[in-house]
């Protein structure tokens, strides 16, 4: 049985698909989509509270490294060889350099049930990654363009759009605050979080049906990219990891989520920044490919390369 969250996905996409009057008004939409992003920020910032050391700050380096190059190197591919437009190839190679929460949930559970050893900061890598392909999708889509303002425009208006700003504010609140100081705003930003994803899944499937509905001979490259890229970036993600000297589980984690793509932090986000993108075709790819590919195939297959590449170092 599908997780009951990906099923409010199917929901609305099933909803969209036969053309039925259920929707999410705009302003309920930007108020989940606030929340969920503060929400991802603040579970980093918990998670790093009274577990940092300096050691760290090389393996989060490393990790944000990778963050950027992954949508740089993927936006060559979706414009020229998944022939995309220059708005969509940047949304896109943002959506892939980033995460999905939805499949970090999954593969810790996976490696929890198999007793996998993972460092407490693991949560982190999800914001580590996010951040970055965000930003950097931003800069792809405004570089050139005579309304950027030249490079430090571009940059300011990066890193104080509002994704990224409530991504940084709920990390600084919650290695500041520790679980025991945020915990008055934990049940609104936590506890309540699937629910809360739950929703914003119903908009995206929605979203989603909308493209499906309108499908196009070049859709089936960008869904050809959609299965074969994950592979090849867990494979980045294991070297990674074992180049880092993470324990197995955090590993599997890294190489899982590196693999994955973003379908809260970097759809809100984009969609507000280049609302020339078509965040439908995005997130055909991201959700409706990637992760039910990650999720029943991926994982295993990960974890199996795992004890291939285990016999290099």
């Known amino acids: 049985m599908p997780d009951v969250i990906i099923m409010l996905f199917a929901l609305g996409m099933i909803a969209g698909l036969i053309q039925s009057d259920l929707k999410i008004s705009k302003g309920t939409y ?24 300096p050691d760290l700050i090389v393996n989060f380096v490393a990790v944000a490294i990778v963050g950027v190059l992954i949508p740089v190197f993927l936006f060559p591919i979706l414009r020229h060889v998944v022939a995309l437009d220059k708005a969509n190839s940047a949304s896109i190679a943002a959506h892939y350099g980033s995460v999905s929460a939805g499949t970090f949930a999954v593969v810790v559970a996976w490696a929890e049930g198999r007793q996998m050893i993972l460092a407490p900061e693991t949560t982190l890598y999800l914001v580590l990654l996010e951040l970055p392909a965000i930003i950097v999708g931003i800069l792809l889509y405004r570089a050139g363009s005579k309304e950027s303002g030249g490079h430090l425009s571009m940059i300011h208006e990066a890193f104080t759009g509002r994704g990224v700003m409530l991504l940084i504010g709920g990390v600084i609140v919650g290695f500041l605050y520790g679980e025991e100081g945020a915990a008055s705003i934990t049940p609104l930003f936590i506890v309540l979080f699937p629910g809360l994803l739950a929703f914003f899944l119903l908009e995206m499937g929605l979203c989603a049906a909308r493209e499906l509905a309108a499908w196009k001979p070049g859709m089936l490259r960008v869904a050809a990219f959609a299965l074969i890229t994950p592979t090849i970036l867990a494979i980045v993600g294991i070297f990674l990891g074992f180049a880092l000297g993470l324990p197995d589980g955090s590993i599997l984690v890294l190489a899982t989520i590196i693999a ?44 199996w390369l795992m004890t291939v590449i285990a016999g290099i170092f």
């Open 260 to 303: 994955s793509s973003s379908y809260i932090a970097a759809p809100a986000a984009i969609r507000q920044a280049v609302p020339e993108a078509d965040i439908g075709l995005a997130m055909l790819a991201s959700l409706g490919i990637t992760f039910p590919f990650n999720v029943l195939i991926g994982i295993p297959l990960y974890a």
């Open 30 to 53: 930007e108020t989940i989509a606030i929340l969920l992003m503060f929400a991802i920020g603040l579970k980093g910032g918990l998670a790093l509270h009274g577990n940092w050391h």
